[in-house]
């Protein structure tokens, strides 16, 4: 990758909260349909976090959020048994000034500044930003889109008339080899500008085309954002999977990006819903001191 720094700043913002069940996070040994139907207890509000790259290519979402009209409209979830499944997994809270707009605005960003976006996954609360995108480039593995196709999308978490949008720009990126023998464990990958600051490594588990994206800067411990491959990252460290998933793809996954901490000690893994994740994103941005 280049010395020089394409990244001038790598920021995160949330687009609401989102109640979950302890089984979600995790670890669990019940099957995921079990615990769905039988738990009582939600955790408290996590976040639904987007993180923004300003790369000098343009402006980069990696996921956008939960759409605010899942709380305003009656309809955006499916109707009977498949939403009374929905209902169970989740609970959301988003304000009028959440909205992934309104949290760029914040950081002095026009939605229109959105140059590429990067979804781990096509869950809803990962693409709830993408009818403000049609302007974007939105990236997307080729796997995730293929398993959306698949029948009983909706029972898979896949929300398909909020996904396969009019005037959407989709670019569905397969993993290939990167040549790259820092990245340890992943052979594979996507090199989303070519220049090594942004690799998108395949994370599969929670859905089986999830992927993370490396954020790589001089002077900057490196950056993964997982999407949910964990909801907390010391769980993540510890070789804990989540609740929901394929628990045998997570755990390779997570093996994979604990093998990546060997060539990456100061790596810092950003999860969607980890409450951490600010705080560990602020401390990671600090430059790292200047050597004798």
């Known amino acids: 990758m280049t010395h020089q720094d394409p ?11 989102v109640q979950i069940r302890p089984e979600h996070v995790g670890p669990t040994r019940k099957n995921t349909y079990v ?48 939403g009374l499944l929905y209902d169970r997994l989740a609970r959301f809270d988003i304000g009028p000034d959440q909205t992934l707009t309104w949290q760029l605005a914040a950081l002095g960003h026009d939605i229109a500044d959105v140059h ?17 995108l049609s302007h974007a480039n939105i990236v997307v593995s080729e796997r995730e889109w293929s398993s959306m196709q698949r029948p009983m999308a909706g ?29 340890a464990s992943f052979n594979t990958g996507h090199d989303l500008f070519g220049d090594g600051s942004l690799v998108l490594l395949p994370t599969p588990g929670h859905t089986p085309g999830s992927m ?26 510890a070789g804990h999977v989540p609740g929901a998933g394929h628990k045998g793809q997570m755990h390779q996954s997570v093996t994979a990006v604990n093998t ?32 004798p």
């Open 212 to 237: 993370s994206l490396l954020v790589r800067r001089p002077g900057h411990a490196p950056l993964l954002m997982v999407g949910d491959l964990t909801y907390d990252a010391d769980l993540l460290e």
């Open 116 to 132: 590429t976006t990067v979804l781990s996954h096509l869950h809803q609360d990962h693409i709830g930003g993408l009818p403000e």
């Open 35 to 82: 615990w769905l139907a039988t738990s009582r207890a939600w955790t408290r509000p996590r976040p639904i976090n987007t993180y923004v790259i300003e790369h000098r290519n343009g402006l980069v979402l990696f996921d956008t959020g939960q759409d605010r009209a899942s709380v305003t409209d009656q309809r955006y979830f499916p109707s009977g048994f498949i």
């Open 260 to 291: 990546l901490r060997q060539a990456f000690p100061d790596l810092a893994v950003l999860a969607a819903h980890d409450p951490a994740a600010a705080d560990r994103l602020a401390r990671s941005l600090a430059p790292e001191p200047t050597r």
């Open 155 to 183: 029972l898979r978490g896949f929300l398909r008339d909020h996904i396969e949008l009019d005037g959407l720009h989709w670019d569905r990126v397969h993993p290939e080899s990167l040549g790259d023998p820092g990245l």
């Open 7 to 17: 990244i001038s700043r790598v920021s995160v913002l949330s687009t609401g909260t």
